[in-house]
């Protein structure tokens, strides 16, 4: 059976992720924004935590670890590149590595570009990725450490994922990011129907997250720099990808 995925709305804009196997009763718990919203749902689901995955170092991300671990004995797994940033880890892990989690592999991807040492965990038998603060709805994480490069080789790596997988990332963003994708590509029409959309569940207090690798190749600027259309719009047809994906990346930042 695939695993259950529950989002956990945190902070303002954060969330979270509890991943449960019904037949084993495991469950995981993908970033720690807060700990009064995760507790609760443990709680009310009836669920007791045995892991706990950080996407990467930032307190809006790990900043309700303490007071969760006091009542919930999970290891703790991160990256090894950014443990010396991280909470205490029991269990370091790099690019590449397959830990079985909820009785399901699951593997690591770096990531990085947002922070250098940002990981992924990919679960290719249900279906999902957690991405956090790399690829988001509409979007991607502002360059605080990396490179254009760096990024734009990471959501290369996402977005070669099957496009039926889940995408569970770490804000809700979606909006805004809407707002700023049409500046970008107007002329794409599964753009435009999707952001009717993310409009209507915002208007409702619906999240827009977790959303499909699908959408996001079909509608994500930061996804398609070698787009015509989207070439065209910013003046820059011959330049490679790299060089496009850069520039939309300076856009949102300025927007």
């Known amino acids: 059976m695939p695993l259950e995925t529950v989002t956990i709305p945190c902070l303002a804009d954060n969330y979270a992720f509890l991943v449960h196997n019904s037949e084993t009763g495991e469950t995981a718990l993908v970033d720690a924004p807060e700990s009064g919203p995760i507790l609760t749902a443990l709680n009310d689901l009836g ?12 307190w809006d991300h790990i900043d309700g670890l303490t007071a969760i671990l006091e009542v919930h004995k999970a290891r703790v797994i991160g990256a090894a590149a950014d443990a010396h940033r991280l909470p205490p880890l029991d269990v370091a ?55 254009p490069a760096q990024m734009w080789q990471s959501l290369s790596r996402l977005a070669a ?46 999240p827009t997250v977790p959303s499909l690798m699908s959408e996001e190749k079909a509608t994500n600027p930061f996804l398609r720099p070698d787009d015509p259309g989207i070439r065209a719009h910013l003046g820059m047809e011959n330049a490679p990808d790299v060089e ?11 927007f």
């Not at 669920?47 to 706990?52: A, C, I, P």
């Not at 922070?115 to 603060?133: S, Y």
Request: aromatic share 6%; glycine share 10%.
């Open 161 to 206: 994922l099957p496009g039926d997988t889940l995408v569970c990332s770490g804000h809700e963003y979606t909006e805004s990011n809407a707002r700023f994708a049409l500046t970008i590509d107007p002329d794409n029409a599964a753009l435009q129907t999707r952001v009717a959309g993310i409009m209507a569940a915002r208007k409702e207090g619906r």
């Open 93 to 147: 892990v790099s690019d590449g590595d397959v830990l079985t989690i909820c009785g399901e592999d699951m593997a690591v991807m770096d990531v990085s570009g947002h922070t250098v040492g940002h990981v992924a965990f990919h679960f290719p038998q249900t279906g999902m990725v957690f991405t956090a603060d790399s690829l988001m709805a509409l979007g991607c994480g502002r360059l605080f450490e990396g490179t």
């Open 244 to 254: 496009v994906f850069a520039e939309i990346r300076r856009r949102k930042d300025a």
């Open 47 to 58: 669920w007791s935590l045995d892991t706990v995955l950080l996407t990467h170092h930032h």
